[in-house]
């Protein structure tokens, strides 16, 4: 296990709606990216966090967005859901900014969008 | 987007034999890449890395190749085995950046 959790597990939500989704990293690591991972496909850079600030952003309207917390823990936010935000959202969490650090990635949150 | 693939290649391979998994990467100022393993309800899991100054870079039972000529990464697995069955991503990176790009994932199915 890589000691980052994500809540909830499973999700149902209808169009239009809000959704926030959840992640603890693991301990001692401060940056957070999160990643959308459609059916049959390799996951998608959404953004990354690092000491509570956004440190870069993937091609994703701003409907989706984020927080780090002073524990570095995060949320993803997604407003007016549509129909292909259908995916597992994971996140992962690497122990410090950039990218030549491996990221380690909680087991995801499967959102359903009908 | 910048990681497409409709269709996940599948490689089937003999409980024992090796396996060699291969990803064309996309960006030739890629200069760090990773392989990971994802099972099923699983996110993936980090397997090994290597840096675009080496071409070769081993673990236990796995190695990785990089040719950056031909922007060409694979994963070799040792004597595979029922537990290695899971989808394989390539991800490349690029120093000032801050995300991986993945590549569309092999299916690697173990046959006993």
């Known amino acids: 296990e890589t000691g980052v959790t994500q809540s909830p597990t499973h999700l149902i939500k209808t169009r239009g709606q809000q959704v926030t989704l959840r992640c603890s990293s693991q301990?001692?690591?401060?940056?957070v990216s999160w990643y959308q991972q459609a059916l049959g496909q390799g996951p998608q850079f959404i953004f990354q966090y690092y000491r509570e600030e956004e440190n870069g952003r993937g091609n994703f309207p701003p409907r989706f967005s984020g927080l780090q917390f002073p524990n570095y823990s995060s949320e993803l936010n997604v407003n007016a859901l549509e129909l292909d935000d259908s995916a597992l959202y994971l996140c992962?969490?690497?122990?410090?900014?950039?990218?030549?650090?491996?990221?380690?990635f909680g087991a995801g949150t499967r959102l359903s969008v009908l | 987007g910048e990681s497409v693939g409709l269709h996940l290649p599948t490689l089937s391979v003999q409980e024992g034999d090796n396996s060699i998994i291969n990803c064309a990467y996309s960006n030739s100022a890629s200069d760090y890449f990773i392989w990971y393993k994802q099972e099923s309800g699983k996110g993936p899991q980090f397997i090994i890395d290597?840096?675009?100054?080496?071409d070769k870079r081993q673990g236990q039972r796995v190695t990785v190749l990089l040719n950056k000529t031909v922007k060409h990464l694979s994963l070799q697995i040792a004597a595979t085995q029922p537990g290695d069955s899971a989808v394989y991503f390539c991800a490349e990176t690029t120093s000032g950046t801050y995300k991986y790009i993945f590549g569309t994932g092999t299916r690697l199915k173990v046959l006993a």
């Open positions: 301990s001692g690591h401060n940056t």
């Open positions: 992962a969490s690497s122990p410090s900014g950039g990218v030549k650090n491996i990221q380690y």
């Open positions: 290597i840096r675009s100054n080496m």
